[in-house]
């Protein structure tokens, strides 16, 4: 090789050295920059080796947020904010605290739904419901007849069971528009409805007699459709609370729950060894907390998606609270607040005042419900 050649190389070289050294700065820099994003899934994926102790400082500001009138105050999370709803006055509240909006009502016995973007606030036994945002009040709807229940979900999509002159119910349905697209007469009584397929659908529980004793048979309807999919046998358990699936419904009852897959089938059952104090569900899985003070025996019990077998974990003290979000259930004990997943591995912990009586997950944040105030935590998994 020439001496020309040999100085030809070596530039070459520099200038692919220079070159891969540019590109990593770049990457680095991006990664540096949308830390945000993939830090907290990068530290989910450790949690296998390594449980998160989050610090369980207060956060300030707006901080704790003070909620007159009764104590027995309802809140949840909506996308973005956070409702209080009391026995005078919805309140609208930002992740930081800031008060949105607070309109009064006049509700004997107010009942606080939210899903996705907007919040559903109607009166249990009265007849209207009202629809909103953080901004606006998006329809109300009055019903000749007295409200059961209603539910609202992520697409915005209104269910709405009344009282019937003729039948045991009747289930009403509105877009988002508030527009009635489904409308349904039952002779059984109906405890629950739970959204399906983008709100294309739903699963409605209703509660019969079935062998001298009374079950929980659940209805998969399509709002297309004058008659229902399939209808499930009865689950031993007066349900009154249904949640939706891909791969089937959890219906969680007084005294135990179970699975019913897509089909209808029965595909678990578990009883209850103590008091139900609470349970939830989303697409990965569901849970129920049970305590039975009288043998100090208290029971996270865990459903993945199949619904299969559940996994019972005993923990040490009595349960509070329990919320399933984005594939993780948090738990909440006289002093800490437990988040597993639904192989029941422990993920994080956060310390807490045995003041608080409930919580909600919301974004990145543990929001506590106190006696009269909200506060607020940050809270890695």
Not at 108 to 113: A, D, I, K, S, W
Not at 262 to 278: A, H, K, N, P, T
Not at 355 to 367: C, K
Request: proline share 1%; aromatic share 12%.
């Amino acid at each position: 090789m020439s001496v020309s050649g040999g100085k030809k190389m070596r530039v070459r070289r520099g200038r692919v050295r220079l070159f891969v050294f540019i590109f990593l700065v770049i990457i680095a820099g991006g990664l540096f920059l949308s830390k945000k994003w993939w830090l907290p899934k990068l530290r989910g994926l450790g949690s296998g080796y390594g449980t998160i102790v989050n610090s369980g400082e207060l956060a300030e500001g707006n901080f704790p947020v003070q909620v007159t009138g009764s104590s027995d105050f309802q809140v949840r999370y909506s996308d973005g904010y956070f409702v209080i709803l009391s026995d005078a006055y919805v309140c609208f509240y930002s992740d930081d605290g800031e008060l949105l909006k607070r309109r009064q009502h006049s509700y004997t016995n107010p009942v606080l739904r939210t899903a996705g973007d907007r919040t559903l606030v109607y009166e249990s036994g009265g007849n209207e419901i009202c629809v909103e945002d953080s901004e606006d009040s998006i329809y109300t709807k009055e019903h000749s007849e007295n409200i059961m229940f209603a539910e609202i979900s992520r697409e915005g999509f209104t269910a709405v069971v009344t009282s019937s002159e003729n039948y045991e119910c009747e289930i009403f349905v509105y877009d988002r528009k508030g527009e009635l697209i489904y409308d349904r007469k039952c002779v059984e009584r109906v405890t629950d409805i739970s959204f399906r397929d983008e709100s294309m659908g739903c699963d409605v529980s209703y509660i019969k007699a079935e062998n001298g004793s009374l079950v929980t048979s659940v209805q998969e309807i399509d709002f297309t459709q004058d008659k229902e999919k399939w209808t499930s046998q009865g689950l031993d358990t007066v349900g009154f609370e249904v949640y939706s699936s891909d791969k089937g419904v959890f219906v969680m009852g007084a005294d135990s729950c179970g699975y019913i897959d897509s089909s209808g089938q029965i595909v678990s059952y578990y009883r209850y060894d103590g008091q139900l104090e609470g349970g939830g569900s989303c697409g990965e899985g569901s849970a129920v907390i049970v305590n039975n003070d009288s043998r100090r025996k208290y029971m996270l019990v865990l459903f993945d998606s199949t619904g299969r077998e559940p996994k019972v974990l005993e923990m040490e003290s009595p349960l509070k609270d329990v919320t399933v979000s984005e594939g993780l259930v948090y738990v909440m004990t006289k002093d800490m607040i437990l988040a597993y997943d639904f192989d029941g591995t422990l993920h994080a912990t956060v310390g807490i005042s045995d003041s608080y009586t409930g919580f909600v997950r919301g974004g990145e944040y543990i929001f506590l419900r106190a006696f009269n105030k909200i506060d607020r935590i940050d809270y890695n998994v």
